[in-house]
């Protein structure tokens, strides 16, 4: 009997184990780590194994770019998902420090790659900076270092840095500059009709369109006056702990002047983009990096000269874009490849016809309706189906409150977001406030930003009807929630990086991003936690999007200085 009744205890263990074993399988198998396709460690005689490190690698005659990030061990690993069989290049990005070549890597279907990389410190440290270290580095006021935020639409502030002009001559510089187009980069400038030819005597202490003083304070913080800078050159610390957990990709656009400026996904996955720099509007499909591009129509004598900057998709997953001085909007039919323009009325004694900055229509499925940001501070809207123009345009200040700290103060809506109900927020790139007008009784609301002259810029309203926006001169990412009437505000850690835009995701969390860190900041709102992720390269970030259908969010951003595409996924 006892025999019995422990051969039966056996056998209960037995399929027990069995069970057990086969209810832990499942769950072994999705922590068990993704096969390595190249590893190595990073390590320099200065630090020895190093943290934070971005290892990039691009393979023969590829547009795809997979970078990761070393960590506190030195070590850095690409899945065999994100590299094909191949020979790779391999660069970094470490601030201070440059890459022994290893050559080119070969990696294998069967069997990883192991490559180990030494580090060297750098003889050029100026060469690495990005602009907010260059601005952290320079002496000077916050109104002084401020001066130069318009120059980073076109180029890096090392330019300027390593020049070795008078005030006189710098004030001169600026002037001329001053005339070109904002779509300027090096390489291919546009020149503008207000183009100087050469600097006016009474712009010599304040350039037009700049404040006074620039030339003098930029004559002191570069070489003018000795062959080195007269101050120490700072860097940010590299990236540590989460900021480690990432893997970026990154898509090269088929010629290397393009300006990726504004980036969105529609519903079936595809990458749609405005070219700062032409009228081209283009799509990328993630799966096999190919682009199309679509020409943007000309509707008037002499066509438009210059790119486009706002991109949006409606509920159909039609893109639509404004087409600047044309003084029309259009809409691009995803299925007939098509474009539909509307034309903006010239207003009735106006001595020319207005242009048009932005358009949104992303709930115009609400009433019908579009809205249409004008030059000079003004909105209207038009009947989508009718084509009619349905008011005079709305002078968006006229009644701002005379005890405003903005009343008085010159303006400038720099975009225009509707919600869910096709009311429109718009921000005020020249103060500290953020607008709100009514789609029913076209009231505007005005929202005042805490911190003054923060100048916010681009953002998003996520699905509870709330604004999130960047605030550009502030540093800061804000909030403006109409329903309880709240204006919050979150400083980015990493000084000076001018915050351009930022959105909500599903998980509750605000990505953000700046023209002059290269950095991607992700906030949670109710921890005021940030990480910030550093990107492969100088990349000029404008507008940034989300992908929420991913498991894990996926980021997207133009690198509207490199002619790529980047994608930003977490690895937690």
């Known amino acids: 009997m006892m025999k019995s009744f422990f051969c039966f205890l056996v056998l209960v263990a037995s399929v027990a184990a069995v069970l057990i074993s086969a209810a832990i399988?499942?769950?072994?198998?999705?922590?068990?780590?993704?096969?390595?396709?190249?590893?190595?460690?990073?390590?320099?005689?200065?630090?020895?194994?190093?943290?934070?490190?971005?290892?990039?690698?691009?393979?023969?005659?590829?547009t795809i770019t997979i970078?990761?990030?070393?960590?506190?061990?030195?070590?850095?690993?690409?899945?065999?998902?994100?590299?094909?069989?191949?020979?790779?290049?391999?660069?970094?990005?470490?601030?201070?420090?440059?890459?022994?070549?290893?050559?080119?890597?070969?990696?294998?279907?069967?069997?990883?790659?192991?490559?180990?990389?030494?580090?060297?410190?750098?003889?050029?440290?100026?060469?690495?900076?990005?602009?907010?270290?260059?601005?952290?580095?320079?002496?000077?006021?916050?109104?002084?270092?401020?001066?130069?935020?318009?120059?980073?639409?076109?180029?890096?502030?090392?330019?300027?840095?390593?020049?070795?002009?008078?005030?006189?001559?710098?004030?001169?510089?600026?002037?001329?500059?001053?005339?070109?187009?904002?779509?300027?980069?090096?390489?291919?400038?546009?020149?503008?009709?207000?183009?100087?030819?050469?600097?006016?005597?009474?712009?010599?202490?304040?350039?037009?369109?700049?404040?006074?003083?620039?030339?003098?304070?930029?004559?002191?913080?570069?070489?003018?006056?000795?062959?080195?800078?007269?101050?120490?050159?700072?860097?940010?610390?590299?990236?540590?702990?989460?900021?480690?957990?990432?893997?970026?990709?990154?898509?090269?656009?088929?010629r290397r002047h393009q300006q990726p400026h504004d980036v969105v996904l529609d519903s079936k996955g595809a990458v749609w983009y405005s070219d700062f720099e032409r009228p081209m509007m283009g799509r990328l499909d993630p799966r096999t990096a190919k682009v199309v591009e679509y020409q943007v129509p000309s509707i008037k004598p002499g066509g438009q000269p210059f790119g486009i900057r706002k991109l949006t998709i409606d509920y159909q997953d039609n893109p639509w874009i404004n087409l600047g001085s044309q003084g029309a909007v259009g809409k691009f039919n995803r299925e007939t490849e098509k474009f539909q323009t509307w034309s903006i009325p010239k207003p009735a004694g106006a001595q020319r016809e207005p242009g048009t900055c932005c358009v949104e229509a992303l709930h115009m499925q609400v009433d019908g309706k579009a809205w249409v940001l004008l030059d000079g501070n003004r909105v209207q809207r038009f009947d989508v189906k009718t084509g009619e123009w349905l008011q005079e345009p709305i002078d968006v200040f006229k009644d701002l409150p005379k005890d405003s700290p903005a009343f008085g103060r010159d303006h400038g809506i720099y975009d225009i977001y509707s919600d869910s109900r096709n009311n429109l927020f718009l921000t005020d790139y020249m103060t500290e406030v953020i607008g709100l007008i009514d789609s029913k009784t076209l009231?505007?609301?005005?929202?005042?930003?805490?911190?003054?002259?923060?100048?916010?810029?681009?953002?998003?309203?996520?699905?509870?009807?709330?604004?999130?926006?960047?605030?550009?001169?502030?540093?800061?990412?804000?909030?403006?929630?109409?329903?309880?009437?709240?204006?919050?505000?979150?400083?980015?850690?990493?000084?000076?990086?001018?915050?351009?835009?930022?959105?909500?995701?599903?998980?509750?969390?605000?990505?953000?991003?700046?023209?002059?860190?290269?950095?991607?900041?992700?906030?949670?709102?109710?921890?005021?936690?940030?990480?910030?992720?550093?990107?492969?390269?100088s990349t000029n970030v404008r507008l940034v999007e989300v992908d929420n259908s991913t498991t894990l969010v996926t980021f997207w951003v133009g690198s509207n200085h490199g002619a790529s595409i980047v994608k930003l996924e977490t690895l937690e």
């Open 25 to 62: 399988q499942p769950v072994l198998a999705a922590q068990a780590p993704a096969p390595v396709a190249l590893t190595g460690e990073v390590r320099s005689n200065e630090e020895g194994p190093m943290e934070g490190v971005l290892v990039s690698a691009k393979k023969a005659g590829s």
């Open 67 to 254: 970078t990761v990030v070393s960590d506190a061990q030195g070590h850095y690993s690409f899945p065999r998902t994100k590299l094909d069989p191949g020979s790779y290049l391999l660069k970094i990005r470490a601030v201070g420090y440059e890459l022994n070549d290893p050559g080119f890597v070969e990696v294998t279907a069967q069997k990883k790659a192991q490559v180990d990389l030494r580090l060297r410190k750098t003889l050029d440290l100026a060469a690495q900076l990005t602009n907010a270290e260059w601005l952290m580095s320079a002496p000077g006021t916050w109104d002084q270092k401020r001066t130069v935020r318009y120059c980073v639409n076109c180029h890096t502030l090392e330019r300027i840095f390593r020049t070795d002009y008078t005030a006189a001559d710098m004030n001169w510089v600026v002037a001329r500059m001053n005339g070109y187009n904002n779509a300027t980069t090096p390489l291919r400038p546009l020149l503008v009709t207000r183009a100087v030819a050469g600097a006016r005597s009474e712009d010599r202490d304040g350039p037009s369109g700049f404040p006074k003083g620039v030339g003098e304070y930029l004559s002191t913080v570069n070489l003018s006056s000795s062959t080195t800078w007269q101050y120490p050159l700072k860097t940010f610390p590299r990236p540590k702990g989460k900021a480690t957990w990432v893997i970026m990709t990154e898509y090269d656009l088929p």
């Open 443 to 537: 009231k505007v609301a005005f929202y005042l930003l805490p911190t003054a002259r923060s100048y916010p810029r681009r953002g998003h309203v996520d699905n509870q009807d709330r604004f999130w926006f960047g605030e550009y001169q502030g540093n800061r990412i804000g909030m403006v929630d109409p329903k309880k009437g709240e204006v919050k505000e979150w400083e980015v850690p990493t000084p000076y990086s001018w915050t351009y835009d930022a959105v909500y995701d599903k998980n509750g969390e605000v990505w953000s991003g700046g023209m002059t860190s290269d950095r991607i900041a992700r906030l949670n709102p109710k921890t005021s936690e940030f990480i910030e992720y550093l990107l492969p390269r």
